[in-house]
């Protein structure tokens, strides 16, 4: 498959980046269904999809069930999801999201009992009245609550390793199809989340180099903007008139979608798809997190690179940071932004994180002083490029992001993700 075919699907005009009418009908309907994504060409980030932690492994061999194309998908025989929790209102809720997807269900009151069980588990789910978990296992997939507990939840998920949380009954489409395995068989791209340690860090920058460079590589990239609040990414693109759906157009958005609709849909700018907030004043419709979570997996299934700037705050770390396989957090070399990073890592989900430190040589803070501080991994210098505020301003970024600095940054990042593939 060339890699022109790559970026410009069938339904798509080329010269515009426009989605056809069926494709956004599709999209933005209520009855969109999920097809197997047909398998993408090899490039240069391959290796990074098959370098999972064990961790994330362990919870997509539980989750993910083979699904042959024209048959409808039938529970394996003897896999069972495991609910912990005495909670009864969890336990029905529960029970009734697995019947109707015809799987079965073991419910265990406490971690003692579902010690026997943990392992062989398609899925462990655990509830908000769980506490501690069996000596030497995995993590849960789920930690399920009811709506009212707040944020609490995040917490104990964070406490407890579950990979996502779902809150009753808000969430049971989502836990559905989360169960009944809605995505591919394949883990499917890698997902990477930006966020600032303080206001102002340069994650959105570094959002749109990362995915300018992998694009540039060969991979199949899509950029989404996850701070509704942010003014739209668009604009620092100079993409604002490119046609293609925007995250309102999905408000309507319900179960699975399909990858290639997705792809299809959705503007280009710098050779790689984005799926921004409206650059306008405009009061947008709120798309709901099963929303969020379902356009995810379907960016997952339908590209080698998915590359999130989250921005701050509470709601944007729970709705995109717990979808994420890596994370990277960008501070500034200064010692307030450093304060400030070091209390947001205790509000990251447990996966797994490295630093992003913004500065130059000869700064006041030393890269390294910085992470040892934060408690992360560093991972890469952001160079203070000259020009920089002006060319977001004007929507040159992309521009920039051809410079010799911004390609050795970016470089440094990337092998990050061929360093998991090794």
């Known amino acids: 498959m060339s890699r022109h075919h790559l970026k410009h699907p069938p339904h798509s005009d080329p010269s515009s980046g426009a989605a ?16 197997p994504a047909a398998p993408a060409a090899p490039t240069v980030l391959s290796s990074a999809v098959s370098g999972r932690t064990e961790r994330e492994a362990l919870f997509r061999q ?16 003897g896999s069972e999801t495991l609910l912990v929790t005495r909670f009864d209102v969890l336990r029905s809720e529960v029970e009734r999201i697995v019947a109707a997807t015809g799987g079965q269900l073991r419910v265990v ?24 978990l069996p000596p030497r296992r995995r993590g849960p997939a789920v930690l399920v609550g009811l709506s009212g507990e707040g944020d609490s939840l995040w917490h104990l998920a964070a406490a407890l390793g579950a990979e996502r949380v ?41 959002a749109i180099w990362i995915a300018q460079a992998a694009a540039g590589l060969g991979a199949r990239v899509l950029l989404v903007d996850g701070d509704s609040w942010g003014g739209g990414l668009e604009l620092a693109l100079a993409a604002e008139e490119s046609a293609g759906l925007r995250w309102p157009d999905l408000s ?28 306008s004043r405009d009061r947008s419709a709120v798309v709901e997190p099963g929303t969020v979570a379902g356009v995810l997996d379907a960016a997952r299934r339908g590209y080698e690179l998915v590359v999130v700037d989250i921005g701050r705050g509470a709601e944007p770390l729970r709705n995109f940071a717990w979808d994420c396989d890596r994370l990277l957090l960008v501070v500034p ?21 490295s630093l992003v430190v913004r500065g130059k040589a000869g700064a006041a803070l030393d890269a390294g002083l910085i992470a040892d501080s934060v408690g992360l991994p560093l991972q890469a210098i952001l160079p203070e490029v000259r020009g920089t505020a002006g060319a977001t301003e004007q929507g040159r970024l992309l521009e920039v992001g051809q410079r010799r600095n911004v390609r050795r940054f970016v470089a440094s990042v990337l092998e990050l993700f061929d360093e998991e593939g090794a």
């Open 333 to 353: 070399a200064q010692l307030k932004a450093t304060v400030a990073t070091a209390r947001i890592v205790q509000e990251l989900p447990p996966v797994e994180t």
């Open 109 to 132: 009151g406490d971690a003692t009992e579902a010690a026997p069980f943990w392992d062989s588990a398609a899925a462990v789910l655990v509830g908000s009245d769980v506490r501690e």
């Open 62 to 77: 539980g989750t993910r069930r083979p699904y042959t194309a024209g048959a409808p998908w039938l529970p394996d025989e």
């Open 166 to 206: 779902a809150v009753l009954p808000d969430a049971a489409t989502w836990l559905a199809e989360y169960l009944s395995g809605a995505g591919s068989p394949e883990a499917g791209g890698l997902v990477v989340g930006l966020t600032g340690g303080c206001g102002g860090a340069g994650a959105t920058t570094a």
């Open 20 to 35: 056809s009418p069926a494709a956004q009908a599709d999209l933005t309907g209520r009855a969109a269904i999920a097809a």
């Open 252 to 279: 309507d958005a319900r179960g699975s979608i399909n990858p290639e609709q997705l792809s299809d849909a959705l503007p280009v700018a710098g050779g790689f798809s984005f799926l921004s907030w409206p650059g």
